[in-house]
């Protein structure tokens, strides 16, 4: 735990490729410190990343998670100021998003109000936006609210899809740019 620095929580739920580039990011960082992992899910490989870089690691089951705020203690316990939501598939109850007001961010692999909501996420995001013939797609960063996928816009950068793309294709590029943008826009949301 660090006390002068801005330390950050990530929660995510899956294989967590753009938590790896956040740790990455923040590694030396001279402010920001990625200093907890959360994840729902015991095997989620985001925990064995946390573990390489050192992190601190926790994970919380569902009925914990929204029956209990024993959440905050933890969050506590670190200092946590700001949490990144990065792949993390629960909805965040109220009581953390009171907690954590403005204080949460999420990344959505679509160019948001589109392709948002319950059910987009992971391929089926990509196989909608394929499916209604859309010429563009890209991530958006956002504030993170009660609802799912809303909350006020931060961040969008747009991708081409090809008329030969399958939704696996639009996957790859959409998450390359996720691991471009994410972490400098943490960066710049936490420093200015
Ligand atoms: C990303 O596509 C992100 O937009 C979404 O979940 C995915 C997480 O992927 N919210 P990874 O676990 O970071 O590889």
Known sequence: MSKSKIN?????????????????????????????????????????IAKEYGIDTLTVSKST????????????????????????????????????????????????PKFGGKGMFGIHVHEAVKEAGEKETGITIHFCNEHYDEGNVIFQARCPIFPHDTAQDIAKRVLS???EHFAKVIEQVLTI
């Open 177 to 179: 740019l996720e691991h």
């Open 8 to 48: 950050i929580a990530i929660f995510a739920s899956g294989s967590g490729s753009n938590a790896r580039k956040i740790m990455e990011h923040f590694k030396n960082h001279p402010s920001v410190k990625v200093a907890l992992v959360v994840s729902n899910k015991k095997d989620a490989g985001v925990l064995d």
């Open 65 to 112: 998670f929204y029956e209990t705020d024993n959440i905050l203690t933890s969050l506590s316990d670190y200092n946590i100021s700001f949490i990144v939501l990065a792949g993390f598939l629960l909805l965040v109850p109220q009581y953390i998003i009171r907690h954590f007001n403005k204080k949460i961010v999420n990344i959505h692999p679509a160019l948001l």
